[in-house]
T-cell receptor, first 115, second 113 residues
């Protein structure tokens, strides 16, 4: 099956710094990728839809200037958390559409801890 | 908007059968998916129903009734490794991307020996 990777798998940073998370589709091309955030014991909340070559579409309540998304190629989308604060600490997961309509493949997630 | 409801917790013993229900309210509907997530891991796809009826994949089956806005995941011959969170998710097509998923709150399944 299709593989989606994320890097890094975990990161600890100081408050006020920026963190970049990469999401790659390893053996297929993904014109659309999705970024989710998941707090402990909670569901996955969609943050934004990332489209290759165009601006991301953000969900209501998600600050686009704080969570910068770039989808520069068919295999790579990046999420940059700018000026991170402790409340941004969460599990960030990306996914990519497969060829079949019902397929969506998830990356392993990135655990962000902001001190 | 869209909302999905599923039980927060289910407990069963090894070898048993368990059913996790999901009811949904969406403006549009393209299908109901089920995902499994172990602690600290990524969601993994289990099944997808676009039409009414039962889909069977090994020990797992999923059912959908579009008229009732209801579906369930059936897990048979439970194993300890099935202990995980299970999420139902809908594709509602109301956003720019019909492939967007909205997830339910998740059901924590605990399998006891």
């Amino acid at each position: 099956g299709a593989v989606v990777s994320q890097h890094p798998s975990w990161v600890i940073c100081k408050s006020g710094t920026s963190v970049k998370i990469e999401c790659r589709s390893l053996d297929f091309q993904a014109t659309t990728m999705f970024w989710y955030r998941q707090f402990p014991k909670q569901s996955l909340m969609l943050m934004a839809t990332s489209n290759e070559g165009s601006k991301a579409t953000y969900e209501q309540g998600v600050e686009k200037d704080k969570f910068l998304i770039n989808h520069a190629s068919l295999t790579l989308s990046t999420l940059t958390v700018t000026s991170a604060h402790p409340e941004d600490s969460s599990f960030y997961i990306c996914s990519a559409d497969g060829e079949r309509y019902n397929e969506q493949f998830f990356g392993p997630g990135t655990r962000l801890t902001v001190l | 908007g869209q909302s999905l409801e599923q039980p927060s917790e289910v407990t069963a013993v090894e070898g048993a059968i368990v059913q996790i229900n999901c009811t949904y309210q969406t403006s549009g509907f393209y299908g109901l998916s089920w995902y499994q997530q172990h602690d600290g891991g990524a969601p993994t796809f289990l099944s997808y129903n676009a039409l009414d009826g039962l889909e069977e994949t090994g020990r797992f089956s999923s059912f959908l009734s579009r008229s009732d806005s209801y579906g369930y995941l059936l897990l048979q011959e439970l194993q300890m490794k099935d202990s995980a969170s299970y999420f139902c998710a809908v594709r509602d097509g109301t956003s720019g991307s019909a492939r967007q998923l909205t997830f339910g709150s998740g059901t924590q399944l605990t399998v006891l020996p």
